[in-house]
């Protein structure tokens, strides 16, 4: 999501692993979010979690709602007061609404970028579904802050957590560039080279990464990591991922 308003990522999003996605937007009611994904979890298709939600409330011509269940349908609606341009486009995985917006070809961008991405990893298909929005126009009022929310079961840190990614820009004149240098970070810190790549630690490497470890003031490499928050790209000292190796060089030169 991207906005003219402050700090849009804590009103807007709502997320929980294989039961469904919800945006509360415009005059945003944040008791959609919850109140929604417990209708989700009983088995309700988005369609009806939209009817049920807006019907009980009585300023429902000022909201604007996105949903999608468990099973990829999408709904989306927009009350007869949110102010123009206001609209929703939904397909199969999604929802896309906007409000105040320069006009409909910043949704359709969205959902059509959406719809030719699939071969994507979902967070950059957003964030490039985002790009594409701003481009045909995005709020006319502006941009200020954007998020991303994406989970997924046990996808998150140390595969303890579902939230596999949750960024936000609060307050920034580019934030959707800022939105992608700090998702750049997180596949840095979290993004796992596949095991296939990683390096065998012969008897030469151990002992540059020793002298490399030493030189900044570590023993071990699990030290070290966990200082520079890569703990999840380290196992042991049998092979080393090459992106924990270059940093490790770059960080000891």
């Not at 945006?23 to 109140?35: C, H, I, K, L, V």
């Not at 995985?93 to 006009?103: D, F, P, R, T």
């Not at 994507?120 to 964030?127: D, N, S, T």
Request: charged share 30%.
């Amino acid at each position: 999501m991207q906005s003219k308003f402050l700090a849009v990522g804590c009103v807007v999003p709502w997320a929980e692993p294989l039961v469904g996605a919800i945006a509360t937007q415009s005059y945003a009611n944040p008791r959609y979010g919850p109140e929604g994904l417990a209708l989700l979890r009983e088995g309700l298709p988005a369609d009806e979690v939209v009817a049920r939600l807006t019907d009980a409330d009585d300023d429902r011509a000022q909201r604007q709602l996105g949903i999608v269940d468990g099973s990829g349908r999408g709904a989306s609606y927009t009350g007869a007061e949110c102010n123009e341009w206001a609209g929703g486009r939904t397909g199969p995985g999604y929802a896309a609404q906007g409000n105040i917006l320069v006009a409909a070809d910043t949704v359709d961008a969205l959902a059509e970028m959406f719809e030719a991405t699939a071969e994507k990893p979902l967070v950059e298909r957003l964030l490039d579904c985002l790009d594409a929005a701003q481009a045909a126009g995005g709020d006319r009022r502006g941009q200020q802050s954007a998020a991303v929310l994406v989970v997924g079961p046990e996808q998150g840190y140390a595969g303890l957590s579902d939230v596999f990614v949750d960024l936000r820009v609060d307050d920034h004149e580019h934030p959707l560039e800022e939105l992608r240098r700090l998702f750049g970070i997180h596949q840095q810190l979290f993004g796992k080279t596949p095991r296939s790549q990683w390096i065998e630690v012969d008897d030469g490497l151990r002992k540059e990464i020793e002298d490399r470890l030493a030189a900044l003031g570590f023993e071990r490499l699990e030290d070290w990591a966990g200082v520079e928050n890569l703990e999840e790209r380290v196992d042991g000292m049998d092979a080393i991922d090459p992106f924990v190796l270059e940093e490790l060089r770059r960080k000891s030169s």
